[in-house]
């Protein structure tokens, strides 16, 4: 089992649509939680951190469901400049890296 | 602003060759990263280090080796070159633990032929 696995996409969404991105974790042990995002041949950059309450950054929500080992990314009213592949990524056991999913692809049309 | 910068932005080596691939970061960060990033694949941990002269294996260190010398430079090294270390390698630092976010350089996009 992948320790990180989302669903690649690619999400196609209008301008103004509220879309979804759900990630799940197989590391019980794990305790930092991320959303990056990396836009076309660029390097990845730190989104948002994921806080066990939720945590909420402007039009992004991300919730942490530690029963369910599943982490959400929740995008309102998105914008052109959304487009991006969005990471989600999990501290490794060892503490001191991060096992990052493969991504999860978004598309925001006109 | 954390600044991580890497040595070449686009790199062409051949079989065999030794690569040198310089990280530098001016944050005082503890920790350094290697990671290689492939289409389908995501990124992956090439290597990483803690402290100076500290070095850990991360998942796929074969055909890699690493030096840090100094806390600011971080330097991956493919002894011989091969077609399958093609890709795109991405340097990363974090003040210290892995709670902390980890800062990218822009990446060096290798092509071995």
């Known amino acids: 089992r992948k320790e990180v696995e989302q669903d690649p996409g690619p999400f196609n969404v209008p301008e103004g649509a509220t879309v979804a991105f759900n990630c799940t974790y197989s590391n019980s042990a794990s305790q930092s939680f991320f959303w990056y995002r990396q836009d076309c041949r660029k390097e990845p950059k730190l989104l948002m951190s994921v806080y066990s309450s939720g945590n909420e950054d402007g039009r992004f929500t991300a919730q942490l469901n530690r029963a369910s080992q599943y982490i959400s990314l929740l995008i309102r009213d998105s914008k052109l400049s959304d487009s991006a592949t969005y990471l989600c990524?999990?501290?490794?056991?060892?503490?001191?890296?991060?096992?990052f999913g493969k991504g999860t692809s978004l598309l925001v049309t006109p | 602003d954390v600044k991580v910068t890497q040595s070449s932005r686009y790199l062409v080596k051949r079989t065999g060759e030794k690569v040198f691939l310089e990280c530098v970061q001016d944050m005082d960060h503890e920790n350094m990263f290697w990671y290689r990033q492939d289409p389908g694949l995501g990124l992956r941990l090439i290597y990483f280090s803690y402290d100076v002269k500290m070095k850990e294996k991360g998942d796929i260190p074969e055909g890699y080796s690493v030096s840090r010398e100094k806390k600011e430079r971080f330097s991956l090294i493919l002894e011989s070159a091969s077609t399958n270390q093609t890709s795109m390698y991405l340097c990363?630092?974090?003040?210290?633990?892995?709670?902390?976010?980890?800062?990218f350089g822009p990446g060096t996009r290798l092509l071995v032929l």
């Open positions: 990363a630092s974090s003040v210290n633990l892995a709670q902390e976010t980890q800062y």
């Open positions: 990524v999990v501290n490794q056991n060892s503490g001191y890296a991060l096992n």
